[in-house]
């Protein structure tokens, strides 16, 4: 994959398709003329929407019970780098990166944010990792990181947290996000109390140490690697703490951190009427944290997730969320992955744009249920592939990537 960096591939591919492209992007306008759509408006928002790629979505990822690596695999920060552009080239909406420390860990951190620049690309939210032990450390997380009974370990994990934030200064990053995975697997393992006001003590050594102009998320998630009881289980629990911390504490929605058959949807909307929504780990999921491709299985979910960052109460922080991928691509190229699902992603954007507000806070008013769901059809069923396509185009990237992704 490492030649589409070529953008004669891009243009010959763009041949291909620019005369169909053409035909259809007229009658696509002439639908919207039709229906009275903001083509032009819509259009505008998707040229902006961004979303982050993790680097660690770009190795071949794995399961309990083995991982079975590909041909390519990025062996280190600099060649996820180089794989994101890749991506960033043929999609056009994903010019960040989102670290993780110590994984991308490397001596001369202006180098990294230079070689990132030369690929035109830049760091978002670094992520920090208390939730395994890594080679040589001292001090073991197996019973815990930020709230473990051990005072020295849990000071060695706000110190992991405090290099994070000052390796993303550096890279330019505007935040944080801090995931930890303690919790007990035993009744009377852990004392629930004693675990929650630990980790908001420790949480307040770190935020204390936020720049200004940074935010810190807080990531909640029911189990795994805990499986009797999570110290931050649900959203609920995160916006408590993000609560007590302070203004620039807010919450991180990852899609497969909740139960199944889990209102994702009502819970963006609770955090938003609370205005303590940060961000998303865009994946998909059918029994929990499976981190599958984003859209893979419920395309119209992910749709219902847009429709309400898009509620008029969030018009002025929808573009400071900060929306990142989270996947693990165990049988799949990962580059190929992560272009499919960016597209995904934008695919709910847009049509979750295309919703009528007014006919259907009228249905809403009106205690219509049928009237409510079709306007929403109605929306969820037009074909934006004309329309992505066409902001691809602008951007100078791949009409319709997907097409470069099929052998």
Avoid at 40 to 46: A, N, P, S
Wanted: proline share 4%; glycine share 6%.
């Amino acid at each position: 994959m490492k030649n589409l960096l070529n953008n004669n591939i891009i243009e010959t591919h763009n041949k291909k398709y620019f005369s169909s492209h053409k035909r259809d992007l007229d009658v696509f306008k002439n639908f919207c003329l039709k229906n009275k759509l903001n083509y032009q408006g819509i259009k505008k928002k998707i040229l902006k929407f961004k979303i982050a790629l993790p680097s660690w979505g770009l190795g071949t990822g794995g399961t309990r019970f083995g991982r079975f690596p590909i041909d390519g695999d990025p062996l280190n920060i600099f060649q996820k780098i180089e794989d994101c552009s890749i991506v960033n080239k043929l999609v056009g909406s994903t010019p960040s990166i989102s670290p993780h420390f110590p994984w991308d860990k490397v001596t001369d951190y202006v180098e990294l944010k230079e070689y990132a620049k030369s690929f035109d690309l830049n760091f978002d939210l670094v992520n920090s990792n208390t939730f395994q032990d890594q080679e040589g450390q001292k001090y073991s997380y197996k019973f815990g990181s930020l709230t473990n009974n051990d005072v020295k370990i849990r000071e060695r994990a706000i110190e992991l947290n405090l290099e994070c934030i000052r390796i993303g200064k550096i890279l330019g990053s505007k935040g944080i996000t801090v995931w930890i995975g303690d919790g007990s697997n035993f009744p009377g393992q852990a004392n629930f109390s004693k675990s929650l006001d630990l980790y908001l003590k420790s949480m307040k050594k770190i935020y204390e140490k936020i720049p200004k102009d940074w935010k810190l998320l807080i990531e909640h998630k029911p189990y795994e690697p805990s499986f009797y009881s999570t110290t931050i289980n649900d959203w609920g629990t995160s916006y408590i703490c993000a609560k007590e911390l302070g203004p620039k504490a807010k919450c991180l929605v990852d899609l497969g951190h909740h139960l199944p058959n889990t209102n994702i949807e009502m819970i963006v909307s609770r955090l938003i009427f609370l205005k303590k929504l940060g961000g998303f780990h865009f994946n998909d999921s059918n029994y929990g944290d499976d981190d599958l491709d984003t859209g893979s299985t419920n395309p119209y979910k992910l749709f219902l997730i847009f429709l309400e960052l898009l509620d008029d109460r969030n018009k002025k922080d929808f573009f400071n969320l900060s929306f990142m991928i989270d996947q693990s691509h165990n049988v799949t190229d990962p580059i190929e992955s992560l272009i499919l699902s960016a597209d995904e992603i934008l695919i709910a954007y847009a049509k979750a744009l295309f919703v009528n507000k007014k006919k259907l806070q009228f249905f809403q008013n009106n205690n219509d249920p049928i009237g409510a769901t079709l306007e929403l059809k109605k929306a969820y069923n037009i074909d934006v592939k004309i329309l992505l396509n066409q902001v691809r185009i602008e951007k100078g990237c791949a009409i319709d990537p997907k097409y470069l992704c099929i052998r």
